[in-house]
């Protein structure tokens, strides 16, 4: 791993290197257009390109690679990491959008391929009878937050194609990131409930699927799992939970948060949920156990000054989000078990 690099504020800052692939060709020698767009490999342009490059980059510092998986982004990819020893992983999510079946020379280069996402004022959408702008969108926002919230790099190099790095770009290293406001979920409890676990406000994961702790290398289910033998599908889970009057909530109702992380959630934009009204339709709630260092933060800034939880037992238990990485995931367990089985 490169040395850190940490602003004024104290904030560690990282570095994305985006790197569209070298030159294709989509027409063959015939001037008729290639039968699979996807297969393409460098031409010699392009591999002159991709030296080039290798040339410009071989100074700097590089942690973790990904590229789509496509022949033309693993060659640029390979070309310019050079002889750094790195895996150059790959990613599907960073897939260019992906049009219909059977359009090869039936559009118009410019206007409905560079310029085509101006075009795309309609939630249905599609690039040339494909995929929806709002699922490529959607796909791109999702496939960054989980690269963002992997913290075992700090330099990363991305080797994708033109309009995956446009939307990676605009939508989580820009001004736009900034601005996505999210909201949470109903709470999950019955009304016997006594334990209510609180995160703070749900990855984009979680809300893309409509579902807590969504994210596959979030700890909270295989928590759960070897604790109360919790397990299946998503509702079969729930229904498990507040079998064991478990309450699941978070802190806030809705924020402004760029992505997934805790330490980008806005606090002049915070919202908090209703506890007032949730404690008094659960009245045999006797401890708080906070997912998290965020979500004890929150409830004790924009909850407890009221007063309404004084009198229930508030712990902070370690996060289970994998950007928590300095404690593993079998501490993390045990923290979990003592509380939750063993104090009570």
């Known amino acids: 791993m490169t040395s850190t690099r940490t602003a004024l504020d104290g904030a560690v800052r990282r570095r994305v290197y985006l790197f569209r692939h070298g030159a294709v060709d989509y027409v063959d020698g015939s001037g ?82 560079a310029f085509s996402h101006w075009r795309a004022s309609s939630d249905d959408a599609t690039f040339l009878a494909g995929e929806r702008y709002r699922d490529f969108y959607a796909r791109i926002a999702a496939t960054m937050d989980d690269l963002l919230e992997d913290t075992c790099w700090h330099n990363l190099a991305i080797f994708a194609h033109g309009g995956t790095n446009w939307r990676v770009a605009c939508s989580r290293l820009s001004a736009e990131r900034v601005m996505t406001r999210s909201s949470g979920f109903p709470p999950v409890a019955h009304p016997d409930a006594s334990i209510l676990i609180l995160g703070s406000l749900p990855g984009q994961r979680s809300i893309a699927e409509q579902q807590y702790y969504a994210h596959p290398q979030n700890a909270f289910w295989r928590i759960m799992a070897a604790l109360f033998g919790i397990e299946g599908e998503y509702t079969a889970r729930c229904r498990q939970l507040t079998d064991n009057r478990i309450a699941l909530w978070d802190v806030l109702m809705s924020s402004v948060r760029p992505g997934s992380m805790d330490a980008d959630i806005r606090m002049t934009e915070a919202m908090p949920n209703d506890f007032e009204g949730f404690f008094a339709e659960h009245p045999s709630i006797d401890l708080i156990a906070f997912n998290g260092g965020k979500a004890e933060q929150l409830f004790g800034r924009l909850v407890e000054p009221s007063g309404i939880a004084r009198d229930i037992r508030q712990v902070r238990l370690p996060s289970t989000s994998p950007a928590y990485a300095s404690m593993t995931l079998e501490d993390k367990l045990a923290a979990w078990r003592r509380v939750l089985l063993y104090d009570r």
């Open 32 to 113: 008729a257009w290639v039968d699979d767009p996807d297969a393409v490999e460098l031409n010699p342009e392009g591999r002159a390109q991709a030296l080039a490059m290798a040339e410009m980059f071989a100074d700097v510092p590089v942690d973790k690679a990904v590229c789509s998986g496509l022949a033309r982004t693993v060659q640029t990819g390979e070309t310019i990491l050079g002889e750094r020893g790195l895996t150059l992983d790959v990613v599907s999510g960073l897939r260019e959008i992906q049009h219909g079946p059977g359009v090869a020379g039936q559009y118009d280069i410019l206007s409905d391929v």
